[in-house]
């Protein structure tokens, strides 16, 4: 791994362990498309998966995504993505999501196909290099790919066309590698400014993802999983089970 990635990894774990209460914001009821309990495809295939994997229980299903999730989301101004560090929502359930690519344990692919587990992977092209066939098995079992720049600079304070460089870049790395132009978007160290949000609106985002800073996991928060991925994941997959809380899909509430 190179010193970047490993950088950038040391920063996602020191700001995990900070504080805020970013999901305790209350929140009316969402309209549900239907009274269903969970998502027909969300229960692994082997129903004895959570055991290889040392959980205590299998994991509970997610509640059906919201009819109108978008509707929640407060803009930056007119024409510019909503900036999101959690999920308004009163359903008991959290996202998973990971950044730059830079790690590619098999293992993991293994860790969502057999649990079916929702989580989103924010990718940097530099970072991920050669990598790019991981991520390609990943999608296959389940996981979503978005946007985390071509080569994890800060954004902030860049130039428009420097910026719009990064973000519509790696659109298109996406688009050759996968056939997507990624609708969500994460800055590198989570620095932005509305230049940034300005260039990733040009580049068809149409949201920009940071993540729910502190240690205690809440309905809504939006997890930065650091490394080791899968021990990383384990550890809070035992958690969310503890706290009663299930892991959805974060594509289905933006």
Known sequence: MTARPLAAAALAAALLATTATACARPVAPVERPGEKAAHADSAPDDPQAYRRWGLPAPLPPPPPPPAHPRARLRTA???????????????????????????????????????????????????????????????????????????????????????????????????????????????PYGTYDTTTLRAAADCGVSAVLLWTKGAALCPGAIVLVGPPQVEETLRLLREVQERGLSVARLEDYL
């Not at 959290?94 to 950044?99: G, H, M, R």
């Not at 940097?124 to 991981?134: F, L, N």
């Not at 420097?162 to 978007?185: S, T, V």
């Open 77 to 187: 101004g007119l024409g510019l993505p909503p900036v999101v560090d959690h999920i308004p929502t009163r359903d008991k359930v959290v996202f998973l999501t990971y950044d730059d690519g830079a790690e590619r344990d098999p293992r993991f692919v293994d860790l969502v196909r057999e649990l079916r587990l929702p989580v989103s992977m924010f990718l940097t092209d530099s970072v991920v290099g050669p990598g790019y066939a991981h991520f390609a098995r990943l999608r296959e079992v389940g996981a979503n790919v978005q946007n985390h720049t071509l080569d994890h600079q800060s954004l902030r304070g860049l130039p428009y066309a420097g910026q719009r460089a990064e973000i519509c870049g790696q659109q298109d790395k996406l688009r050759e590698r996968f056939g997507i132009r990624p609708r969500l978007f994460r800055p």
